[in-house]
């Protein structure tokens, strides 16, 4: 069990404050460490582990930023690591230029399409759902129907992600939150009746997942309709305070979890929450970002950071900065995948060199180089290339015509194309 940090036993520690403004203290608390690595620190002068705690938390109080939610009190702590990282997605990931030198325009609806199935996959996985990336990304481009609950869990997400991009540059509302939950839950609850319901009962509790103890109770149900019109303001207006845009939807995503105002599928709601609100304020990059797939990676630490938060009463600094370490981790990933697309794209063009094939196409047989028992559908084409099914149809059908696919009829009513005999004579010759 995770266990809690020492309380200060009078108003100022006099040990505490001996120190407090010297490098040391300041160095330690750079990395705004909790008290499970603090208790273990070897200290100078024979100063006790509970002295330099209370000596970071005031040091922490001096320049902490307070927020309320209903009855709750929170609060957060800008650091220099934070203002670095904000300073760097700034320049980054948001704006209506920046970040477009990584995009190739030629290619940006199939990496988009790409990055929200693995963002749903991943958020969907890190709630339970059992199948694999490959399994869970040919349902999708398949359009396939869903044949389990973690199927559905994953098709949900992705067209709810979908939907959010739709009403990215509205307001925010409960109305919206109550029909999102619904999109990411139908027919995955043990009570269908509770999809975009918010709960009228007490009876749940959130586990530890490291331990499998009660790690948090969430309010009472009679306080959700105060709490969440307060978060319905905090996504919506600007208070007295400047928060930067990128902490504000780190801070909308814990609160969401924090008030877990629903039986199930707090998780992937209070992501999507985070999404739609980085979208709304302009970082249209993590369109292109799989964040839930770091957090899936590293799904101990996003436990722990709600942990920490809650028993270091209610300091957000944890989870606002594990959030934005994942962020850098999600964004360095995106640029190593477009490098490799960059690289297997250079192939593909000499494939393009082919008469009388087009640059999709040319994928489409650089996949069968690849996977030679790849299957086609006409729906899949469409959902890798983000085109319509007459533009699908006719870029498989001319590659039956050149002889690199060949067409079976899998039932009355479905077309496949596969890789036909002539293929690697084909690629031989133009090689």
Same mark, same amino acid.
């Given at each position: 069990?995770? !266990?809690?940090?020492?309380k200060?036993?009078t ?5 505490? @404050?001996?120190i ?9 608390? @750079? ?13 100078k002068?024979?100063?006790n ?7 970071? $938390?005031f ?10 939610f ?10 220099d ?25 030629e ?16 958020? @969907? ?5 059992a ?32 939907r ?18 619904r999109?990411m ?19 749940i ?16 149900? !009679?306080?959700?309709?105060?709490l ?13 305070a400047?928060?930067?845009p990128?902490?504000?939807g780190?801070?909308?995503?814990f ?5 877990h105002?629903?039986?199930d ?28 797939r770091?957090?899936?990676?590293t799904k $101990? ?18 989870f ?8 850098? $981790? ?21 494939l ?29 084409? !469409? ?38 005999k !002539? ?8 090689s």
């Amino acid at each position: 069990m995770l !266990e809690r940090p020492p309380k200060s036993k009078t108003p100022e520690d006099l040990d505490a @404050s001996k120190i407090v403004f010297t490098s040391d203290i300041q160095d330690l608390n @750079s990395e705004y460490p909790y008290w499970d690595k603090v208790k273990y620190i070897q200290t100078k002068d024979g100063l006790n582990n509970e002295s330099l705690w209370f000596a970071l $938390k005031f040091l922490r109080r001096l320049n902490k930023t307070d927020l309320k939610f209903g009855k709750y009190k929170f609060s957060f702590t800008m650091t220099d690591e934070m203002f670095e990282l904000l300073h760097y997605f700034d320049m980054n990931i948001g704006g209506s230029l920046t970040g477009e030198h990584l995009i190739p325009s030629e290619n940006k609806n199939a990496y988009l399409v790409s990055s929200i199935m693995e963002e749903a996959i991943a958020s @969907s996985q890190m709630e339970g759902a059992a199948t694999t990336r490959k399994v869970a990304k040919d349902m999708l481009r398949k359009s396939e129907k869903p044949q389990n609950k973690g199927q559905q869990m994953i098709l949900n997400n992705y067209l709810t992600i979908n939907r959010i991009k739709e009403i990215a540059n509205t307001d925010f509302s409960i109305q919206q939150l109550l029909e999102i939950h619904r999109s990411m839950t139908e027919n995955t609850l043990d009570n269908e009746a509770d999809a975009g319901k918010i709960r009228e009962h007490d009876n749940i509790l959130v586990m530890d997942g490291i331990t499998g103890d009660i790690a948090h109770t969430p309010p009472h149900y !009679e306080e959700l309709e105060k709490l969440l019109a307060d978060l319905e303001f905090f996504f919506n207006k600007n208070g007295k305070a400047f928060i930067h845009p990128i902490i504000k939807g780190i801070i909308v995503h814990f609160m969401l979890a924090y008030f877990h105002p629903f039986v199930d599928g707090n998780g992937r709601t209070a992501r999507s929450l985070f999404y739609w609100y980085m979208l709304k304020n302009g970082y249209w990059l993590v369109e292109y970002m799989s964040i839930s797939r770091i957090i899936y990676k590293t799904k $101990k630490m996003y436990e722990k950071s709600f942990l920490y938060t809650e028993y270091d009463d209610n300091d957000l600094t944890y989870f606002v900065l594990y959030n934005l370490r994942t962020m850098k $981790k999600a964004f360095a990933e995106l640029k190593l995948y477009l490098k490799r697309k960059t690289e297997e794209n250079s192939s593909i063009l000499l494939l393009a060199n082919i008469k009388n094939i087009n640059p999709r196409q040319a994928q489409i047989i650089k996949i069968v180089q690849e996977k030679p028992n790849s299957c086609f559908l006409v729906k899949e084409i !469409e959902n890798r290339f983000s085109v319509g099914n007459q533009t699908a149809r006719t870029d498989l059908y001319g590659l039956v015509e050149l002889g690199y696919l060949s067409e079976i009829q899998i039932n009355k009513r479905k077309t496949a194309f596969i890789k036909s005999k !002539e293929f690697d004579a084909k690629i031989l010759n133009f090689s």
